[in-house]
T-cell receptor, first 112, second 115 residues
Framework: GDSVTQMEGPVTLSEEAFLTINCTYT??????LFWYVQYPGEGLQLLLK?????DKGSNKGFEATYRKETTSFHLEKGSVQVSDSAVYFC???????????FGKGTTLSVSS | GAVVSQHPSRVICKSGTSVKIECRSL??????MFWYRQFPKQSLMLMAT?????????EQGVEKDKFLINHASLTLSTLTVTSAHPEDSSFYIC???????????FGSGTRLTVV
């Protein structure tokens, strides 16, 4: 079945460091891909998405490119801030085209 | 934007009792809602998909009789954990699909603790 694998955390960075969180997927066809963020004590929020190969999603300085050849959707940010500390989830829409399937989440901790 | 309101945010119940969690779509009609369960430091596991006016579709391994889902209207879906036990303690999150290609919105979650 469909699945998402993302890098284990926690990821600990200093402010202004470069961030990469790896995400790869297994799915039939070409599902839409998402990154969600969960700030402490809050619900999930959509960070960015891409719906087809080579699409680049971007938001708040974060970017991810839909790579069909490597079945990947790695999240990057050039300069992280303390306020970016959160749990990040990579996800895809399941084969039925209905629900989201999530990776395990990666905790990011940014210190000043 | 589209908001899903989930209540309660936290609940503590005694073993053997039942707990109901509600999710309401506040400014849109949610034909389809999803229920997830999140264990500490683990991913969100899809439990079931509920469609308004019909029976929920449960994922493999999820007990239908323990986790009762009702989606009686376009703005309300409920999850009832029946005869709760400590192993049911978890974080439960609902989600609604916003429409073709428009993504999903999530409730703020319910922390269930069974003692």
């Amino acid at each position: 079945g469909d699945s998402v694998t993302q890098m284990e955390g926690p990821v600990t960075l200093s402010e202004e460091a470069f961030l990469t969180i790896n995400c790869t997927y297994t799915a039939t066809g070409y599902p839409s891909l998402f990154w969600y963020v969960q700030y402490p004590g809050e619900g999930l929020q959509l960070l960015l998405k891409a719906t087809k190969a080579d699409d680049k999603g971007s938001n708040k300085g974060f970017e991810a490119t839909y790579r069909k050849e490597t079945t990947s959707f790695h999240l990057e940010k050039g300069s992280v801030q303390v306020s970016d500390s959160a749990v990040y989830f990579c996800a895809l829409v399941n084969q039925a085209g209905t629900a989201l399937i999530f990776g395990k989440g990666t905790t990011l901790s940014v210190s000043s | 934007g589209a908001v899903v309101s989930q209540h309660p945010s936290r609940v503590i119940c005694k073993s053997g009792t039942s707990v109901k969690i509600e999710c309401r779509s506040l400014d849109f009609q949610a034909t389809t809602m999803f229920w997830y369960r999140q264990f500490p430091k683990q991913s969100l596991m899809l439990m079931a998909t509920s469609n308004e006016g019909s029976k929920a579709t449960y994922e493999q391994g999820v007990e239908k009789d323990k986790f009762l889902i009702n989606h009686a209207s376009l703005t309300l879906s409920t999850l009832t954990v029946t005869s709760a036990h400590p192993e049911d303690s978890s974080f439960y999150i609902c989600s609604a699909r916003l429409g073709q290609g428009q993504g999903y919105t999530f409730g703020s979650g319910t922390r269930l603790t069974v003692v």
